[in-house]
């Protein structure tokens, strides 16, 4: 399915790279990926049953019984496990801490890459996570990695879960982000780094519209739109 065209979108959380990603795949009517929901559905099922998640093998092996889709909805992202919707769960952030330790086994990231790649099918795909660009797609056809400062970012994600009643602080998420950022960076399996054909953006001062405008440029540069 090489043919088949993946724009992958890199970076940490909170960069804003989902965000940025469903709307590419809205506005072009591709296909959606969230790989790090994958890694939370993997860490949360690991948390729920009792895994110890330093057992790699144990949770590849959970890993690889999973059976997930994503949907495109008005409002946002449906991700649907073994055909049951997903809630808010994946997204508090004792999952988001366990899931970067899950993601450092080699064994779970090789069990979920070939459920991953499974995904790029017509029309195209809009793939959203850490190493699309640079493991798990390294031939998309055009490759963004989205930064931006661990202040901002743990704002936005306070700013996402302060009403949904998950007991954070914006002080505790910021603390979060750099030892996740410093766990993800220095990994030996497949760490946060911007492919070396990546274009690198910096939305700590940029509304998302605005970096909207100048991937959509690059998305039209590429053949892949219109202008």
Do not use: C
């Not at 899950?102 to 790649?117: G, I, K, N, S, Y």
């Not at 998420?173 to 766990?183: A, G, K, Q, T, V």
């Not at 760490?191 to 998305?219: C, E, H, M, N």
Request: hydrophobic share 50%; aromatic share 4%.
């Amino acid at each position: 399915m090489a043919s088949v065209a993946v724009i992958a979108v890199d970076g940490p959380s909170g960069s804003g790279k989902g965000t940025l990603a469903v709307a590419l795949a809205r506005r072009l009517g591709f296909r959606f990926l969230d790989s790090g929901a994958l890694y939370r559905i993997v860490a949360h099922a690991a948390i729920t049953g009792g895994f110890d998640l330093a057992d790699g093998d144990a949770l590849a092996g959970l890993a690889r019984r999973l059976t997930v889709h994503f949907e495109l909805t008005q409002d946002g992202v449906t991700v649907r496990l073994d055909g049951t919707a997903v809630g808010d769960a994946i997204r508090a952030e004792p999952v988001s801490v366990a899931a970067s330790r899950v993601a450092a086994h080699r064994a779970v990231r090789d069990a979920l890459l070939e459920l991953q790649r499974s995904m790029r099918r017509p029309p195209g795909l809009v793939a959203d996570g850490r190493d699309m660009g640079t493991v798990v797609f390294p031939d998309a056809v055009l490759k963004i990695f989205l930064e931006a400062s661990p202040e901002e970012r743990a704002q936005r994600r306070y700013n996402q879960l302060k009403d949904k009643d998950l007991g954070v602080s914006l002080r505790g998420l910021l603390e979060s982000i750099r030892e996740r950022d410093e766990r993800d960076r220095t990994r030996a399996v497949s760490p946060l780094v911007p492919a070396a054909d990546a274009i690198v953006i910096d939305s700590t001062l940029l509304p998302i519209d605005a970096v909207f405008a100048v991937v959509w440029q690059r998305v039209i540069d590429a053949g892949l739109a219109r202008a």
